[in-house]
């Protein structure tokens, strides 16, 4: 199997603050799909337009 074939079919779990403050450049780069992890704290952290934003830009990307 190649690498690109393997991406498009693996997940990396990263909670959504990381994915946002850190790793989101990084796996639109490589496309890699993110699992996106979610707990109260981020939910609290962020507005909806926020997850929103992310979430158009993976969908434009072919994530998710």
């Known amino acids: ?3 690109e074939r393997l991406k498009q079919q ?3 779990c990263c909670p959504f603050d990381l994915l946002v403050n850190n790793h989101l450049p ?3 780069k490589e496309h890699i ?5 979610l707990n109260g704290e981020i939910l609290d ?3 909806r337009p926020k997850f929103k934003k992310v ?3 993976l969908k434009k ?3 998710m």
């Open 26 to 28: 990084s796996l639109l």
């Open 33 to 37: 799909n993110p699992e996106i992890g």
């Open 10 to 12: 693996a997940f990396v």
């Open 1 to 3: 199997m190649d690498i």
């Open 45 to 47: 952290q962020f507005q």
């Open 55 to 57: 979430a158009k830009i």
């Open 61 to 63: 990307e072919g994530l």
